[in-house]
């Protein structure tokens, strides 16, 4: 790269940094109103025939201004939390734009989630009131003190009836505009709050690392309901002015390949699992991309050169995490893009500096697109994740860098498990499983799966004189089902005498990833 392409993407960098962390920055004018009223901004697509419907951004803006009338009238305002249990419907664009438009902050909820884990979410963030769908609602009973709206006829008779809110409450830059929460893999899930001015490292990302441009059919697969799809699913679309297609049904290989046929794809985002299972099926006639990216867990070789024959394209690893959004990649915009090196999850991505600290992949805290300063109410866990002098955020994974400046993922040190590209905690599977009346002790591991990277395994100890039956391990399943997340239950379980473990108690994990 030569000096003056280096001066151009510093310019770049520094113009979008100046834009996004404006005392003055509005949120829904950024994302939505500055747009083309005509341009679209999703595309809509049925799991049942996989035929699309159009939202264009003054039909978003319309709509988001009325919705956002019915939410204050509910007590919704600036630095209020909304929490949203929605599947990839358009009710959920607009219900989150209206919540930006009234300053106030959205509370992710992933759909493949059990009621305690909401529960858990909504408290913690004290949420009062809350959006959601008919397939989700029975989810929520029993929640006291909550006010749910639900999407459907009634909902929308009050947003046809609304008058249009006139005026965005602007926040700014350090204003919040959602409150995402981790994986909890040592505890309790930690509150991520993402700032407005985090939308100029989405901006990079979407621009350097993913090269989604104005004629491009994109389509990031990934669900909104966690940080990949929702940063660059819903958010990094909007604030660049990209469509995006939103698929309303879960994933196969046929039905992916359906879409990417069916709508013309030529730029696609999603997790190593999603192109395992497609490299097992055969392609269809017309799908030809023009760049394929990975994110969620390091990406296997086979999958590079199955994509290079069957979609016309590699496709390049990414890395990132809740707290900072995705940093180091094998970016493919023409500025910025270099030779895939096997195994390395790529370089930094513009805005940001990264290096190895202590053994763990690092990025430095004054690179210009950082915006993660620390966990909410969590002080403690917050110190954890930065050097004693602040100069560097740990991300808690094990890597190395190369003289070459490309990085590679060795291991991940808070024992998160990556299945099928959905951050698992063990912790709370664990918290679940010991309510069985038969377990004394639990362990929950990833172990390596061929086509979703990683499941999840259960060790489980036996109270003493316990006569587990047959369908044993079907209830231990039930239960992380019912009790948790119906993604994260324990596709293994392993009965044993006695977990390995430290003089002071603690699961040495390694050696159950090792098999015991």
Avoid at 188 to 198: D, I, L, Q
Avoid at 500 to 505: D, R
């Amino acid at each position: 790269m030569s000096d003056a392409d280096v001066d151009t993407i510093t310019a770049t960098i520094a113009s979008w940094r100046e834009t996004y962390a404006d005392p003055a920055a509005d949120a829904a004018w950024l994302l939505c109103d500055r747009h083309d009223p005509e341009a679209l901004a999703f595309t809509l697509v049925s799991g049942d025939d996989l035929a699309g419907r159009d939202l264009t951004y003054g039909e978003l803006a319309a709509r988001s201004r009325r919705m956002a009338a019915v939410l204050a009238q509910q007590g919704v305002g600036r630095g209020k939390r909304v929490a949203v249990l929605m599947g990839k419907r358009v009710d959920l664009v607009v219900t989150l734009v209206a919540i930006w438009r009234l300053g106030a902050v959205h509370v992710p909820l992933f759909t493949a989630f059990a009621t305690p884990a909401i529960e858990m979410r909504i408290r913690s963030s004290t949420v009062e009131v809350v959006v959601t769908e008919p397939s989700q609602r029975a989810k929520l009973a029993g929640l006291d003190g909550l006010t749910v709206l639900e999407a459907g006829p009634d909902l929308d008779a009050l947003v046809d009836a609304a008058e249009p809110v006139a005026e965005n409450v602007a926040v700014g830059g350090e204003g919040q505009l959602v409150e995402l929460y981790t994986s909890g893999t040592t505890g309790t899930p930690k509150a991520v709050p993402v700032p407005v001015r985090a939308l100029a490292a989405f901006t990079s990302y979407m621009h350097y690392g993913l090269d989604v441009r104005a004629d491009d059919v994109f389509w990031n697969a990934a669900d909104p309901g966690w940080a990949y799809g929702l940063y660059y699913g819903v958010m990094g679309p909007l604030v660049t002015g990209r469509r995006n297609l939103l698929l309303d049904a879960g994933f196969t290989p046929d039905t992916t390949f359906g879409v990417l046929a069916r709508h013309g794809v030529t730029n696609f985002a999603g997790a190593p699992t999603m192109y395992r299972a497609m490299r097992r099926t055969e392609v269809p006639p017309g799908v030809r991309l023009r760049r394929a990216s990975s994110a969620g867990e390091p990406l296997t070789p086979d999958v590079i050169t199955w994509a290079e024959q069957a979609l016309g394209t590699e496709v390049r690893d990414h890395y990132g995490q809740t707290e900072q959004g995705m940093a180091i990649v094998n970016g493919w915009h023409d500025d910025v893009r270099r030779p895939l090196e096997p195994g390395s999850m790529g370089v930094e991505l513009p805005g940001f500096r990264a290096g190895v600290v202590d053994g763990q992949i690092a990025l430095a805290t004054d690179s210009p697109l950082m915006w993660f300063t620390g966990y909410l109410d969590a002080p403690e866990k917050t110190a954890e994740r930065f050097t004693p002098d602040h100069t560097w955020y740990l991300t808690a994974d094990i890597g190395t860098v190369d003289e070459e400046g490309y990085y590679f993922f060795t291991a991940r040190d808070d024992d998160v498990i990556l299945a099928a590209g959905y951050r698992i905690g063990p912790f709370d599977v664990e918290s679940v499983l010991i309510t069985h009346p038969l377990v004394a002790d639990v362990a929950v591991v990833g172990a390596p799966d061929e086509v979703r990277g990683e499941v999840v395994a259960a060790y489980v100890v036996l109270e003493p004189g316990a006569e587990p039956g047959p369908d044993f391990e079907a209830e231990l399943q039930q239960l992380v089902r019912t009790k948790y997340s119906a993604h994260a239950y324990p596709r293994q379980v392993h009965v044993v005498d006695a977990l390995p473990k430290t003089p002071s108690g603690k699961v040495q994990r390694y050696l159950l990833r090792r098999g015991g």
